[in-house]
């Protein structure tokens, strides 16, 4: 387990990392990773920074009531709501939240149906599916005004097997067990949000498509 300090760099890092990509616009976006088990305490993004640009002083350390441990003039993300709900339900060590076009456009698209479904697609190895023509149900879920029955239904959607949940036309929350395997999952899941919204367009398109 990481000490607050190594927490608070791997959030640094991870949101670095999704900002080169163009997946924290405008201040969106949240990001943690668990600093101890029992209790649970975890290093978050405080509420509007930009996280293109943390500074150490923006990830604050949490407890599972979302106290801030330690003084400061800042208030942690508005959707902690939603990370210790995640924590809670599973042994994760980091979840990463991020805004993006693609995973909007899958979430708005498949919304009605409650998730976006993956078939026969090499990257759902990433996932952690490498069983012969895998079938991956990435669930969708309504965009909660209220942040604790946000929080709620995230963590009631997620599933043990596919490491993600979609806020629709909001984001998405990936989670691993340690950063590095959010990050991939991060990125497996905005690769398959892209092409489940290409593949769409493209069958629209030309009914030669299967
Ligand atoms: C300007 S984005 C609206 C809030 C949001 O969805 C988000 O991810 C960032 O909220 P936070 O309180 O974590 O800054
Ligand atoms: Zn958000």
């Known amino acids: 387990m990481p000490t607050y300090d190594e927490a608070r760099t791997r959030v640094i890092e991870l ?3 999704a900002a080169s990509r163009g997946w924290l616009p405008a201040t969106s976006g949240n990001l943690s990773v668990r600093v101890s088990h029992t209790p ?20 604050l350390l949490l407890d599972a009531d979302m106290r801030v ?16 709900a995640l924590y809670q339900k599973f042994d994760c060590g980091s979840i990463v939240h991020v805004h993006t ?52 239904a995230v963590a009631e959607a997620a599933q043990a097997d ?3 949940v979609l806020v629709r036309a909001h984001g998405v929350y990936a989670w691993g067990d340690t950063p590095d ?3 991939r999952h991060l990125e497996a899941v ?10 769409h367009l493209a069958r629209a398109g030309s009914p030669m498509i299967g």
Do not use: M
Request: with cysteine.
């Open 162 to 164: 596919v490491p993600a």
């Open 40 to 59: 649970l305490t975890f290093a978050i993004t405080r509420s509007g920074a930009d996280k293109a640009r943390l500074r150490p002083e923006d990830v």
């Open 181 to 183: 395997d959010a990050r």
């Open 69 to 84: 441990q330690g003084e400061g003039p800042y208030k942690p993300s508005a959707e902690t709501t939603v990370h210790v």
């Open 190 to 199: 905005e690769f398959l949000c892209e092409y489940a919204y290409k593949l």
């Open 15 to 17: 949101a670095q990392f």
């Open 101 to 152: 076009v693609y995973n909007n456009l899958a979430s708005e698209l498949y919304a009605d149906r409650g998730f976006v479904e993956i078939r026969g697609h090499e990257l759902v190895k990433a996932l952690g599916h490498w069983e012969e023509d895998a079938v991956v149900r990435i669930p969708i879920v309504p965009n909660w005004a209220d942040l604790k029955r946000l929080g709620w």
